[in-house]
Every structure is written in structure tokens, then in C-alpha cells.
């Protein structure tokens, strides 16, 4: 059964429950960092976590991390299977900001695929099909089992920038290989002739480059969710009632909410 949930809802409300800090606020965006609206909330953040899959929401981290100095944490995994065996698996963890490497030349994304991904390209199935078998952008391996490591290594990203344990707060970016458990670092910063870390470093506002736009796939995902919410039912319950604190929104108002029909529905199991 799909629930038609947002994730961004259900982040805030897991940190919501394991916040220790007394006045801790969650806000959920349910919007894309690609698009305006989803730009300027990111804009206004200290440090960004980008746990992003596609090329364009990395381009525009990226930028943000140079032009407007937020540190971008960013992780990303990698499974080989060639032939349905599992090869090799490798994760990542970084942090793009001044005197670091950003992600483009850390080739956690090819700007090519950026402008594939704007025009709509990587949605259209023809296109994809069209790729070869191992192309970056057709391979769909189950990461999960790596998922908790190359998010542990974000988090230690993230302390090490914030604690400096020793007295170093950089220790470059981690590229981990599952096949010999070695960890290899980069130190040094953007490749030659990089734009981020030179020409566009702390423009802000004003850099000379626009890379938001209409972000169709986002647009028709959160309708469908919209149009799926409003099918279910209304039902008034209590607020200590079990079913009703599955949302934050439905607890803090006191007794109203929208709950699933259950037993499901045909329509519903999915
Ligand atoms: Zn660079």
C-alpha cells in the first residue's frame, strides 16, 4: 500500500522525535532544490546535507557551496554487478566548500547529464533505454546495505568540519572500496581552470549563472500525492489515539485527520 507521503514530511518528523535539543524546529520543504522556491530555502541554510541521486540538484549544490559559502556535505555510493554478481561497491563522503575540491571535479556528477536532465531527458524512457547497460545513469542496484556507511562517513564529514578533533577540521574527501577496505583521500582542492572555487567563489546572488527552472517530474509527483491524498477519507479520532499521531500535523492540531482506509482497498494495495 502507498501511503503517498513526502519524505521531506517524514525527515521532519524523525527529527523531530530524535532531537535532544530543547527549542529543536523542524521546517519540510517538499519542493526540489532545482526549482526557485526550493533554491532560496536552501540559500538561507548554514550547512546542507545533499543526499541527492541526480546530476542537476548536485550542479546546484555545488554552486551553492562556492557562490554563497555553504558548506555542501554530499555522499554517494557506487555498486559494481556486472553479470548479477556483486563486483566491487565503493561510497563517498565530502564536503564542498572554498579550499576543497567541489563535487564536479570529485566527479560525483558529469555536466553533461545536467543539461540532459533540464530538458527532460533522463524522464523520458526512450533515453535512458537508449543507454548502455552499465551507464551511470541506467543502473538501479539495491545500495541500501551500503547506505548506513556512506552515511555514517557524511556524518563524520560533518563532525570533522565542526569539531576539528586535533586541531584538523579537513581531512579531505573519503572514497571507500569494499573489495580491499581501503580508504583513499583527496587533499587538494578544484582541478585548474575550475569555475566554482575562483571566478564564481562568494558571488552570491550575483553570479552569472541560473540554473534553477521548472522541474517538471517534481511538479507531476507532488499533484499525484496531492490528488491521492484527497481520496482518502476524513475521519475525526482523538489526539491520543494511536493512528492519529502517524502525522505531526495531525497531532499538533488536536483531532483531525486524514487516515487510510483499513483494511486497504484494491486500489490501495499497490
Ligand atoms: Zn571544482
Known amino acids: 500500500m502507498r501511503l503517498h507521503r513526502a519524505k521531506a514530511r517524514l525527515a521532519a518528523r524523525s527529527a523531530r ?15 526540489s532544490v532545482v526549482e526557485q522556491a526550493g533554491f532560496a530555502a536552501a540559500a538561507g541554510c548554514d550547512v546542507i546535507f545533499s543526499c541527492v541521486d541526480r546530476p542537476w540538484p548536485r550542479a546546484v549544490l555545488n ?5 554563497h559559502l555553504i558548506p555542501v556535505v554530499d555522499g554517494g555510493i557506487a555498486v559494481d554487478a556486472r553479470g548479477g554478481r556483486l563486483r566491487g561497491a565503493e561510497w563517498r563522503a565530502h564536503i564542498a566548500a572554498p579550499g576543497r ?6 566527479g ?8 540532459a536532465e533540464r530538458d527532460g531527458s533522463l524522464d523520458d524512457p526512450a533515453y535512458i533505454t537508449g543507454l ?41 574527501a573519503h572514497l571507500y572500496h569494499l573489495t580491499t577496505a581501503t580508504l583513499d583521500h583527496r587533499e587538494d582542492g578544484c582541478d585548474t581552470g575550475c569555475p566554482y572555487d575562483s571566478m564564481l567563489r562568494a558571488l552570491g546572488d550575483d553570479a552569472p549563472v541560473t540554473v534553477t527552472g521548472r522541474h517538471r517530474s517534481a511538479e507531476q509527483t507532488r499533484a499525484a500525492r496531492t490528488r491521492a491524498v484527497r481520496r482518502w477519507p476524513l475521519r ?25 482506509p483499513w483494511p486497504p482497498g484494491p486500489r490501495d494495495q499497490r
Open 17 to 31: 522525535r530524535a532531537a535532544t535539543a530543547t527549542n529543536f524546529q523542524a521546517t519540510s520543504y517538499e519542493l
Open 63 to 67: 554552486l551553492l557551496a562556492y557562490t
Open 101 to 106: 575540491a567541489c563535487m564536479e571535479c570529485l
Open 108 to 115: 560525483q556528477y558529469d555536466p553533461a547529464h545536467v543539461q
Open 132 to 172: 548502455p547497460a552499465d551507464h551511470p545513469l541506467r543502473r538501479k542496484e539495491n545500495v541500501f546495505v551500503f547506505s548506513n556507511s556512506a552515511a555514517a562517513a557524511q556524518l563524520n564529514q560533518f563532525i570533522t568540519m565542526t569539531t576539528a578533533p586535533g586541531g584538523v577540521a579537513d581531512t579531505g
Open 236 to 260: 475525526r479520532c482523538a489526539p491520543s489515539t494511536t493512528l492519529c499521531t502517524d502525522s505531526d500535523e495531525i497531532t499538533q492540531s488536536g483531532s483531525i485527520g486524514r487516515i487510510p
